[in-house]
């Protein structure tokens, strides 16, 4: 089987990226599945490394397209004097963090590697002219995204959760919560189940905005005027969506359970659930994209920075997912490239013969 390059993004510099990257591939059998380029500084790995007292090593090379199978490769992307503040907000790490997410973008983008992991960034100090942005998402979707629309898609072993608003402030989310904006998102996501996951008919629950669902209006009218509608639209046109659940009682009865993916309405609806359940294992996936970009579901972590006690778990998972979606996704497009020539019976005759199409109708 192919062993993928899968780009690694450094993240900021002063939060765990490094420790949860080089704990990850200290482990040899993982360069079995694929081969691993980041982008980032040799001088702030080797900082790193000391730092948690590792032993993993990196070979410096000029590009993916030089990366070395079996062996961990860095893509130098930061000046020389990369200053490391453990901990620490700094102006310095964002734009180092960057830095790193522009090449790895360009290198995707020349074909050099076949999906993006990203180490978690601050978006305080990333965000600038550059990067005016919320988060990786709407970057991607901005330079990788080919005028499609990215959805983001928290998961972990046991849970599905998409969001139809992401990084928006709570007072703005209501306003956002149309029946267009709704489908959009329910699409993406049945079609990112079916090629990304290889689930043939999804099943998917949307859950309401107000508490009770609205409780016939009483609380709120979204459900009754914007979700319901858009949930009866998709449905006639085949898409297996349910709901609107009430969010309490639909994870506190674990019904997900139930269902191939869950649409929640907003970030923390869906995402505080998904945390509860499984608060290490957690991964984000851009769906909707050309490229395959997974990040680890937690933060930059700063309060562990430097320590050694970060868990590399949910890293290596979004290594995982990246690599299983990828080879998804080449798998479904090998299928439908050639399909079935259809069959017909000829009845010109009494022989009633049984034969192919004419491949070039």
Do not use: W
């Not at 005016?132 to 599905?160: C, D, Q, V, W």
């Not at 139809?164 to 919560?177: N, R, W, Y």
């Not at 689930?199 to 905005?209: G, K, M, N, S, T």
């Amino acid at each position: 089987m192919e062993r993928l390059k899968i780009g690694i993004t450094q993240g900021d510099v002063n939060g765990v990226g490094y420790e949860v990257i080089l704990k990850t591939f200290a482990d040899a059998e993982m360069m079995e599945l694929c081969t691993p380029v980041i982008y980032g500084s040799p001088k702030v790995a080797a900082y790193h490394r000391k730092a948690i007292d590792s032993q993993t090593n990196f070979t410096i090379v000029d590009s993916a397209a030089d990366a070395q199978p079996d062996r961990l490769n860095l893509v130098n992307c930061n000046a020389d004097e990369v200053k490391v503040e453990l901990g620490t907000e700094s102006a310095e790490g964002g734009l180092a963090a960057y830095q790193a997410l522009e090449r790895a973008v360009d290198e995707y983008k020349k074909g050099l590697v076949d999906a993006i992991v990203t180490a978690p960034i601050c978006k305080n100090t990333i965000h600038s002219d550059k990067f005016p942005f919320p988060g990786h998402t709407e970057y991607f979707e901005h330079e990788l995204g080919e005028g499609r629309k990215a959805l983001m898609i928290l998961m972990n072993e046991s849970l599905r959760v998409a969001l139809v608003t992401v990084h928006e402030p709570i007072s703005k989310v209501a306003s956002l919560i149309t029946t267009e904006n709704i489908k959009e998102k329910i699409t993406i996501l049945n079609d990112s189940l079916k090629n990304d996951f290889g689930i043939e008919i999804p099943r998917i629950a949307v859950l309401a905005l107000n508490p009770h669902a609205g409780d016939g209006g009483l609380l709120g009218r979204e459900e009754q005027e914007q979700i319901i509608p858009a949930i009866k639209e998709m449905s006639a046109e085949g898409v297996k969506c349910f709901g609107p659940f009430p969010a309490d009682g639909f994870f506190g009865s674990a019904d997900y359970k139930k269902f191939d993916a869950v649409l929640a309405m907003y970030h923390d609806q869906g995402i505080i659930p998904l945390k509860t359940v499984d608060m290490e294992g957690g991964v984000n996936f851009t769906a909707g994209l050309p490229v395959v970009r997974t990040s680890p579901g937690h933060g930059t972590a700063f309060d562990l920075a430097g320590k050694g006690v970060a868990s590399e778990h949910p890293f290596r998972q979004a290594v995982y997912a990246a690599i299983d979606i990828v080879r998804s996704r080449r798998n479904e497009e090998l299928i439908h490239r050639n399909p079935l020539r259809k069959l017909y019976y000829d009845r010109r005759d009494d022989s009633d013969k049984l034969k192919l199409d004419n491949p070039e109708d």
